[in-house]
C-alpha cells in the first residue's frame, strides 16, 4: 500500500513541475518527444480509464518549449490535434460498441434503464456538438463525452465534425499561448503557478456545474 502514495507524489510532482520533467524529456529523447506526446494526449482522450493525464497543462509547455527551439511548433501542433481527434474516435466506437451490447440486455434488466439511454440519446442529438466543443477544454468531462456520445449513437458525420471543431480550439489555443507567452520573464519564473491557474480554471466550469446542482437539490 506504500506504493499508491508514492505515485500520487510523483504524479502530483509531475503535473505541477511539467515544464522541468518535459525539458529533461526533450533533451533525453530528442525528436521522439512526439511520439511520447501523441502517447499521452491519445491516452487521455481515447480511454476512458486514465482522464488523470495532463492534457491542457500539458499543451501550454509544450508550446512554450517549442518556442526556444526544442520542438517545431507545426510538427507539435499537427501531432497533438492527430492523437486528440484519434484518441476521441477511438473513444466514440468503444462507446457505440459497449452501447450496443448494452442494448442487448433488454428492457427488464437490472442493469440498463432504458428511458436513461432515450434521455441520453436526445440529449446528445439536441446539445451534442456544443457539448463535444465545449468538452474540450473541460478534464474527465473531455475524457468521456465522446464514450458517452458513442453510447448514445450520436450521428457520426455530426460528431466528428463538431469534435474536430473542438480539437482545433483546444491544441491551437493552449499550445500557441505557450508558444507566445510561456517565456515571458513573470510566466517563465512562475510557470509552475500559470500551471496550477490552466488547472484550476479548466476544472472551474465543473465545480460550478456542482454547485449549482446543489444547490436546485436543496431548494427541491
Known amino acids: 500500500m506504500e506504493f499508491l502514495p ?5 504524479f502530483i510532482d509531475i503535473v505541477l513541475h511539467l515544464d522541468r520533467h518535459l525539458a529533461l524529456l526533450v533533451a533525453e529523447y530528442g525528436v521522439w518527444i512526439y511520439a511520447i506526446l501523441f502517447a499521452i494526449v491519445f491516452c487521455e482522450t481515447g480511454l ?8 491542457d497543462s500539458l499543451l501550454f509547455v509544450a508550446g512554450a518549449l517549442a518556442a526556444t527551439g526544442g520542438m517545431d511548433i507545426q510538427v507539435l501542433i ?44 436526445a440529449f446528445y442529438e439536441r446539445y451534442g456538438p456544443l457539448t463535444m466543443t465545449m468538452a474540450r477544454f473541460v478534464p474527465l468531462v473531455r475524457t468521456f463525452a465522446p464514450f458517452v456520445a458513442g453510447v448514445a ?18 491544441v491551437f489555443s493552449l499550445t500557441l499561448a505557450g508558444y507566445w507567452f510561456g517565456n515571458l520573464p513573470a510566466v517563465k519564473n512562475n510557470l509552475s503557478l500559470v500551471i496550477v491557474g490552466i488547472v484550476v480554471l479548466s476544472v472551474l466550469p465543473m465545480a460550478v456545474g456542482w454547485l449549482r446542482q446543489r444547490r436546485r437539490g436543496a431548494r427541491a
Do not use: C
Open 6 to 10: 508514492q505515485f500520487v507524489a510523483q
Open 48 to 55: 476512458v480509464v486514465t482522464p488523470f493525464l495532463p492534457g
Open 78 to 121: 499537427a501531432v497533438l490535434m492527430s492523437a486528440a481527434v484519434l484518441g476521441d474516435n477511438v473513444n466514440y466506437w468503444i462507446g457505440r460498441w459497449v452501447g450496443g451490447h448494452v442494448l442487448r440486455w433488454g428492457e427488464g434488466s437490472r442493469f440498463f434503464n432504458r428511458a436513461a439511454y432515450d434521455k441520453t440519446h
Open 153 to 170: 449513437r450520436m450521428h457520426y458525420p455530426r460528431y466528428f465534425a463538431f469534435d474536430l471543431l473542438g480539437a482545433v480550439l483546444w
